[in-house]
Structures are given as structure tokens and as C-alpha cells.
């Protein structure tokens, strides 16, 4: 029952994060071109390309709370296709200010997504699936860096109907968006009880059982959106998560220019860049399946960290030889990615209802500055010092901060039922 589930959700909101992704990320391949093209500078770059999580921030919690009254099924198919037609108009932006008003509208737009996604399945997996089925969604993620070659290829469309190549990244990469946004409406539900797909039966023992473990978890005071927002361990996840958006985003949204600077072609850049993401699947889906045998998130998310400072640590002092520097980006790729796959199954640990949806917009939300941060200090490091080195280094170091604090959480955690 739970593989029939599997098969008629995931997919979609596998496609889902994939599209969410590119549209995150096309700034950085169109950055090739549109830079030169606009006159921005490198900080300017780590400006516009970070503002996007300001506004994400400031809308994720109300975003949260209209889907937690009107279901993920009308809420994550607006937000699809609103941030989908935002995508397509910044393709009209004509400099660096204009840029940065798409990106902010572009957060405005896609707030609530991801963690909207996050909480519509823990809603439909129980305790001992959830680890894998969340995993799967970190295997979409990663999935995604197969759009980073075709991105690079979209640059030969220099001129076509009179656009500039990077032009029609985000045209491309924007209708897709739209589309899905369809296809959500059509084929998502809210909850088991309205699983046409399920058996009479089915529907009843997936309801029955998700309730109880939603009795278990915590408690019934852990139910409501507000006890959500005030749970201090929420907080604590949201100091981790600013550490792993800092890494994520820095190295995803920087990654283009990093690799173009070891003399790349454009289109060597693309496919060098879907290199670490499609290598972390394999480790991560078998780290996960490990952490929901052992029942353990804490020390598995630590190690997933301490892999991820190791890969940093070698990319930042191997510059000079970037095939040392890209096998240090492969093994960062990995712990990036499986840590982010093992932190985003922690707050259902000890929330439940719609207090899980207002932990997972306060997590998501908040903890998204760092997506800020992450490619707007690369920016001023890469102005003052000339190169990536200690901008990577601050990668690797962001994410040992991040193992420190979930140690911290694991303290905070004594209720001997809820394991982290």
C-alpha cells in the first residue's frame, strides 16, 4: 500500500523539485553571459542572486499557514504557477535592478513550496517510510543537476526571435513550472481519506495508523500551527538549516563560474556541474535507508556534514588543479546532499498536524537566509581576494557548525520515544 502511494505521488513531486530547482539555479548558467551583458559586477551577482531568499523568508510562514487551511492541493498549484511566470519575466530584465526585483518577486512566489511538499508527505508516509520517501524527494534535487547541461546548451539561442541565449534560460526553464502547476491540481490530495487510487481498506489503515503515530509523537499540544511556531527546537533547526542553505546555495549558484574559471567551454561547465549531484544519489538513498533501519537522525546527518567539510576543504586548496578541485566538489556534493535529505525528515520527529507545517515554513523559511548569505559572501570574498578559495572554505566550514548544533538538538531531545 505504501509502494502504491509512492508510485502515484512521487513522480510528480519529484518533477515538481526538479523544475523548483532549475528555476533556482538558471541565474547561476545564465550568469555566463548576462553579467558581461548587464555590467554586473561579483558582489552585485551575490546580491541579486540571494535576494530572492529575503522575501522567500518573509512570505514562508504565511504561506504555510494558508496551506495548512486550504490543503496542498489548490496552495502548491498556485505556487507553481505564479513563480513559473515570474521565472519566464525575468527574462524582460534590462540591468541589475531590474534583476533584483524578479528575484525578490520570485521568493514572494515560491515561498511555501518546499516545505508545503515536506509536509504533504509526512502526511501520506508513516514513521518507518517517511526517511526514504523524503530521501526520494533529495534524489529529484539532485536529479536536477541534468538540467544544468541543457541550461548551458540553451546559451546557443543567442539571437533567436531577437533574445540573448541567457534570455531564453529563464523562459525555459519557467514554462515547465506552469505546466506542473496543471498537473498538481489534477493529481494531488490532501489526505488518504481522499485516495480514490486506495482501497476502502487502505484508506482506513493509512488514516489509522498516522494518527496514531501522530498521538505518539509528542503529544496533542504539538497539533496547533502556533505550538509549532513556538517550539524551541524549531529554532535550533532553523540556526542548522541557515548553516546547510549557506553551503547549498553558495556552492549551487556559484558553481558555474567557479568551474568556467579552470578554462572550461560553456558546455564542458554544464556537464561538469551535473557531476556531483548524480553521484550523491546512491550514497544518500543507502545512508537513508540506514537512518530509518536504525531509527538514528542526528549522528547520521553529523557524518553527512563532516563528509561534505572534507570535500569543501579539498576543492578550497586545489584550485590550481581542478581535477583535484572537482573530485573535492564530488565528495562535497555527496555529504551536501545526504545531510540535506537526513535534516529534512527531523521535524516530523516531534511535530505533528498543522504545527508540522508551521515547523517545517519556520525551518525552511527562516533557515533559507542563508541562501543569501552563502552566494553574497562568495561574492565579496571573490571581489577582495580574486579567487574561490576561502569562500569555499566557508562552505566546508558552515556545514561543521551545522553537525555541531544537531548534537545540540539530540541534548534537547530526552523523551526516550522521539529519536533524532
Same mark, same amino acid.
Given at each position: ?84 511566470l515570474?521565472?519566464? $519575466? ?6 541589475a535592478?531590474? &534583476? +533584483?526585483?524578479? @528575484?525578490? *518577486? !520570485?521568493? /514572494? #512566489? ?5 516545505p ?10 508513516p ?57 498538481c ?33 509528542? $503529544? ?8 509549532? &511556531? +513556538?517550539?524551541? @527546537?524549531? *529554532? !535550533?533547526? /532553523? #540556526? ?12 549551487q ?39 530509518d ?10 557524518v ?99 553537525a ?17
Amino acid at each position: 500500500m505504501v509502494r502504491k502511494v509512492a508510485r502515484h505521488f512521487l513522480p510528480l513531486v519529484g518533477l515538481c523539485y526538479i523544475v523548483l530547482y532549475l528555476d533556482r539555479l538558471n541565474i547561476g548558467f545564465a550568469a555566463l553571459t548576462m553579467n558581461d551583458e548587464l555590467g554586473i559586477s561579483a558582489t552585485m551577482f551575490g546580491f541579486v542572486a540571494g535576494v530572492y531568499f529575503w522575501s522567500y523568508t518573509l512570505c514562508e510562514p504565511v504561506s504555510n499557514w494558508v496551506l495548512s487551511r486550504v490543503g496542498a492541493r489548490i496552495w502548491i498549484s498556485r505556487i507553481m504557477a505564479t513563480w513559473g511566470l515570474v521565472t519566464i $519575466g525575468t527574462a524582460l530584465v534590462q540591468g541589475a535592478t531590474s &534583476l +533584483a526585483v524578479m @528575484r525578490f *518577486l !520570485l521568493g /514572494v #512566489a515560491e515561498a511555501g513550496f518546499s516545505p508545503g511538499m515536506l509536509y504533504f508527505v509526512s502526511c501520506w508516509f508513516p514513521h518507518a517510510r517517511r526517511g526514504m520517501a523524503m530521501s526520494w524527494v533529495v534524489t529529484f534535487i539532485c536529479l536536477s543537476g541534468l538540467g544544468t547541461p541543457m541550461m548551458t546548451h540553451m546559451h546557443g539561442l543567442d539571437g533567436f526571435l531577437g533574445l540573448s541565449g541567457w534570455r531564453w534560460i529563464f523562459v525555459l526553464t519557467g514554462i515547465p513550472a506552469v505546466l506542473l502547476a496543471l498537473a498538481c491540481y489534477r493529481r494531488l490530495r490532501n489526505t488518504p481519506a481522499e485516495a480514490d487510487f486506495l482501497s476502502a481498506a487502505e484508506r482506513v489503515w493509512l488514516t489509522r495508523t498516522l494518527e496514531e503515530e501522530a498521538r505518539g509523537v509528542d $503529544g496533542n499540544e504539538k497539533h496547533s500551527f502556533r505550538a509549532g &511556531l +513556538a517550539e524551541p @527546537r524549531v *529554532l !535550533l533547526l /532553523v #540556526a542548522v538549516f541557515i548553516c546547510v542553505t549557506f553551503s547549498l546555495n553558495g556552492y549551487q549558484l556559484w558553481t558555474a563560474q567557479i568551474f568556467k574559471s579552470f578554462g572550461m567551454s560553456t558546455t564542458e561547465v554544464g556537464w561538469v556541474a551535473a557531476i556531483p549531484p548524480l553521484l550523491a544519489v546512491g550514497p544518500m538513498l543507502w545512508w537513508m535507508r540506514h537512518s530509518d533501519r536504525t531509527d538514528e537522525r542526528g549522528w547520521h546527518f553529523c557524518v553527512a556534514a563532516a563528509v561534505a567539510m572534507v570535500g569543501f576543504g579539498v576543492a578550497a586548496v586545489s584550485l590550481s588543479t581542478p581535477a583535484v578541485a572537482v573530485a573535492g566538489f564530488c565528495v562535497a556534493g555527496i555529504g551536501l546532499y545526504t545531510s540535506m535529505a537526513v535534516f529534512i525528515s527531523i521535524p516530523a520527529s516531534f511535530l505533528t498536524g498543522a504545527a508540522l507545517a508551521a515547523g517545517f515554513g519556520v525551518v525552511n523559511g527562516m533557515g533559507n537566509l542563508g541562501g543569501y548569505f552563502g552566494p553574497q559572501v562568495a561574492g565579496w570574498i571573490k571581489d577582495a581576494t580574486g579567487g574561490y578559495g576561502l569562500a569555499i572554505g566557508a562552505f566546508g566550514a558552515a556545514m561543521a557548525v551545522a553537525a555541531v548544533l544537531i548534537l545540540g538538538l539530540k541534548k534537547a531531545t530526552p523523551r526516550p520515544e522521539v529519536t533524532l
